[in-house]
């Protein structure tokens, strides 16, 4: 039984307002699979160019993601995205989108693939997140989904068809308000889980995640930072922190959601300490376990109910 992952693998070039990046590694696949795997081995679908670095594709596979699902296509180049994050470091501008190899990908899942209990479609083409779903024999436990505003004003229809297939749609505030047409994110809320999914995460960066499933809502934190360095990716790891716990305790309770999520934002807030993907790459379980606590500490309280 296993995690499924889709997504982007990609270059990055970033701006904000404490430095530049130059081309890096990036990509809503790359950050998933690089969070997931300190909680349970990965099995990735996604594609590359032949300019992405063997070496990057060999730390995953010895970090246990199986990349049999990546294809390589030498004659192309990889995914490109640029972006320049705005002072309050919540909002940001794309400044280059080059699909390049995601233009004409068709995914094509493995058939040691077919085990798949846990699905998480990262950002990516949602007709590409729904094929994979179509060619799985045997509907996993949990399908989870996350996207971007980029196909909500390209493609809307197509996104709806896939979001339809989900249990589990993660966005932010924005996209939220963009894909309901409702400013209130309870009525958002309301009118997304009409559209398919049974549970719904907004994401609101430095204010934290709401959690919708029925008419219950539970809210998280964000750990209160001194500095943001670089948010790219802390959407991306959340999703990885939270479908890797999910798949680790093999639990889909709404109880066990909350906790996901207080996984997700702990290896989110790791994210966004250093350019791209470097500090998730240098974290140690220990690391892990000691954010995971301040989050506890954070929201921990007792309280006299008056009367
Ligand atoms: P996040 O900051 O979590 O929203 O994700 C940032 C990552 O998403 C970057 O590493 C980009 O490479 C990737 N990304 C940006 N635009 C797209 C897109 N249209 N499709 C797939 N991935 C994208």
């Not at 990036?26 to 063997?54: E, H, L, M, R």
């Not at 996993?140 to 996207?147: G, N, S």
């Not at 197509?158 to 966005?171: G, H, Q, R, S």
């Not at 809502?217 to 922190?241: C, K, N, Q, R, S």
């Amino acid at each position: 039984m296993s995690l499924v992952v889709v997504g982007s693998m990609a270059f990055d070039a970033i701006e904000t307002p404490f430095g530049k990046s130059d081309k890096i590694i990036g990509g809503a696949g790359t950050y998933i699979a690089w969070c997931a795997s300190n909680f349970t081995p990965v099995k990735q679908i996604s594609v590359v160019g032949g300019d992405f670095p063997q070496e990057e594709l060999d730390q995953l596979t010895a970090r246990g993601v199986d990349l049999s699902g990546v294809q390589i296509k030498k004659d192309e180049k990889t995914f490109f995205w640029s972006g320049r994050y705005h002072m309050d470091m919540n909002s940001r501008d794309t400044l280059e989108t080059q699909l390049n190899v995601l233009e004409n990908f068709e995914p094509v899942v493995p058939e040691s693939f077919q085990d798949c209990e846990f699905l998480m479609l990262g950002n990516l083409v949602p007709a590409v997140q729904r094929s994979v779903i179509e060619q799985l024999k045997t509907r996993p436990k949990l399908i989870v989904m996350d996207t971007m505003n980029f196909w909500m004003e390209i493609m809307m229809d197509e996104l709806k068809k896939t979001l339809a297939m989900v249990d589990l749609l993660m966005v932010n505030d924005s996209e939220a308000r963009q894909l309901s047409g409702e400013y209130s994110l309870v009525k958002a809320a309301a009118a997304i889980m009409k559209m398919g999914p049974k549970y719904l995460i907004i994401k609101k960066g430095e204010h934290g995640a709401l959690l919708f499933h029925e008419n219950k809502v539970f809210f998280a934190p964000a750990l209160p930072l001194e500095e943001v360095f670089d948010p790219t990716g802390a959407g991306d790891t959340f999703a990885g922190g939270f479908i890797g716990h999910i798949a680790r305790t093999k639990d889909i309770s709404f109880e066990n959601m909350k906790t996901a999520i207080i996984v997700g934002s702990a290896m989110a807030s790791y994210c966004v300490e250093k350019f791209g993907t470097q500090r998730l790459r240098e974290i140690s379980k220990e690391d892990i376990s000691n954010r995971i606590n301040e989050f506890v500490q954070l929201v921990n309280f007792d309280i006299d109910l008056v009367g």
